[in-house]
């Protein structure tokens, strides 16, 4: 079961808001300016295709992989606050153990963003970034019978 989200990150970190608020244009500014900071932040770090999942192929990036570790920290954050949640429901077998699982997912430009541990890592190790693409949604051809 999905709940509801949006088809893109339309929300916004207000760190000024807890200070006396903000207006609508200010909101407005500073989604953007998130945006724009996330997708340049997606640009600037190294993605691995992930090769051993036929059926469910996404791109990771490890925690080291980002020469900036505070716009890693506040991407995280991002997905966290701001995303969805959902199943992942396996294309493949290789994550069949996974169907069913609960994600925070973000979707931002063309990809669908989420964290997840690094599966030999310790329990506290920071996460590990995941992205696949967006899928378009079936289009449905709606007949009009004129009989």
Avoid at 36 to 52: C, D, K, P
Avoid at 90 to 111: I, R
């Amino acid at each position: 079961m999905q709940q509801d989200k949006p088809s893109t990150y339309t929300g916004a970190i207000d760190s000024r808001s807890a200070a006396g608020g903000t207006s609508e244009s200010n909101d407005s500014d500073e989604q953007l300016e998130d945006t724009e900071r996330a997708l340049r932040f997606v640009g600037s770090i190294r993605w691995q295709e992930a090769r051993t999942t036929p059926g469910d192929e996404h791109e990771y990036s490890l925690p080291d992989w980002a020469t900036d570790q505070a716009e890693r920290a506040w991407f995280v954050q991002l997905i966290a606050e701001h995303g969805y949640c959902a199943t992942f429901e396996a294309n493949g077998p290789a994550l069949s153990f996974a169907s069913g699982t609960w994600w925070t997912y973000l979707e931002l430009g063309s990809h669908r963003y989420w964290c997840s541990k690094v599966w030999t890592a310790p329990e506290d190790q920071r996460p590990m970034l995941n992205r696949a693409p967006i899928q378009p949604s079936p289009q449905l051809t709606i007949w009009e019978d004129d009989r």
